[in-house]
């Protein structure tokens, strides 16, 4: 046992029977006991190594970055939080692509990176291993990557930006959004701009950077309301029957029901009065971006309705 323990005495042994063998191995003992060999392909094998643990760390680091994107690409779904129906079945699908597609570009991103920083490890480490000082080259980068981050800082910005926007999911392409500079649908999102077309089909390239705040009308779900101004004479309980029948009439319209409103609308008080005019308000919370037709329609039943019970709309307060 004492024997095996003794590194010296092991090579030795296995040395001589290795002498033995005049055809492979008799051919490396003799390469290796080569006193200008011996350094050169200790480094070689010491660079193959290198090498082959950062390919080997490189591919877990993608594998965990992808896995961390296939969980990140599944969340929870609309229906979790408004009654199951065909809207919000597809609306569900849509929410489901929209995680895939960011998840997607931040796991790209998140792979360069790891890439970058594990294939540029191993590279100082072999030139180092070389004996190729580095700290020139270290010095050379950090120089240049001042230079290009002063002229570049707006592009570093958007970049950024972009990172973040997409992390957070505060819009996607479909979305219709107020980004300050313009109001529209979103068709197109990069890291860097963000591609808007407005009501009149203009096309906006709006750089990341600039956006200071977003004002996102499709995310989750949308309001639509109608203020209801009647003479200051009328009764106000009738009033409100009228509209709460228009309530009950569109939330039980299964064209509506299924396919815009997520929730019963709901009918406030007065929410203004004048000497001239008491207001009334109908609210409907709805699917994104469908609250303009749900308002277009309340307005229509509103009308039949109050003209039904003889009650007259004036200016508002």
């Known amino acids: 046992m004492s024997d ?5 005495k092991v090579s030795s042994k296995m040395a ?26 200790a480094s070689l094998i010491t660079i193959v190594l290198i090498l082959v643990v950062a390919f080997v760390i490189r591919n877990l680091a993608h594998r965990l ?16 939080r408004f009654r199951k129906n065909a809207a919000t079945d597809s609306i569900d699908v849509l929410l489901h692509e929209r995680r895939k597609q960011r998840a997607e570009t931040m796991g790209s991103v998140l792979r360069h990176i790891a890439s970058i920083v594990i294939l540029g490890t191993a590279a100082l480490t072999v030139l180092d291993r070389l004996t190729i000082p580095i700290a020139p080259l270290l010095t050379s980068v950090g120089i ?13 910005k958007d970049f950024i ?14 979305d219709v959004i107020d980004a300050g500079a313009a109001v529209g649908t979103v068709e197109a999102v990069t890291l860097r701009v963000t591609r808007l077309r407005d009501a009149d089909g203009r096309v906006w390239y709006i750089r990341n950077g600039t956006i200071t705040r977003v004002g996102n009308e499709s995310q989750g779900w949308s309001r639509a309301y109608l203020d209801v ?14 509209l709460e029948h228009v309530a009950e009439e569109i939330w039980a319209d299964p064209e509506f029901r299924e396919s815009m409103i997520v929730e019963h609308p709901s009918v406030f008080g007065v929410e203004q009065l004048s000497d001239s005019a008491l207001v009334f308000r109908i609210t ?15 307005r229509l039943r509103v009308k039949a309705a109050l003209d039904a019970a003889g009650i007259s709309m004036v200016a508002g307060a």
């Open 144 to 156: 240049l990557g001042v230079a290009i981050g002063f002229g570049a800082q707006e592009l570093v």
């Open 161 to 174: 930006a972009g990172m973040f926007m997409l992390l957070e999911d505060q819009y996607g392409v479909g």
């Open 284 to 298: 409907a919370k709805t699917l994104p971006s469908r609250q303009a037709e749900v308002a277009r329609e309340l």
């Open 229 to 242: 101004p009647v003479p200051y004479e009328s009764d106000v309980t009738t009033v409100r029957v009228v």
């Open 65 to 80: 970055i992808t896995r961390v994107v296939n969980s990140a690409a599944t969340g929870g779904s609309l229906t979790n």
């Open 16 to 41: 001589e029977t290795c002498q033995s063998d005049t055809v492979l191995c008799g051919m490396f003992v003799r390469w290796f006991d080569n006193a200008v060999w011996a350094p050169i392909v």
């Open 4 to 8: 095996l323990l003794d590194v010296d």
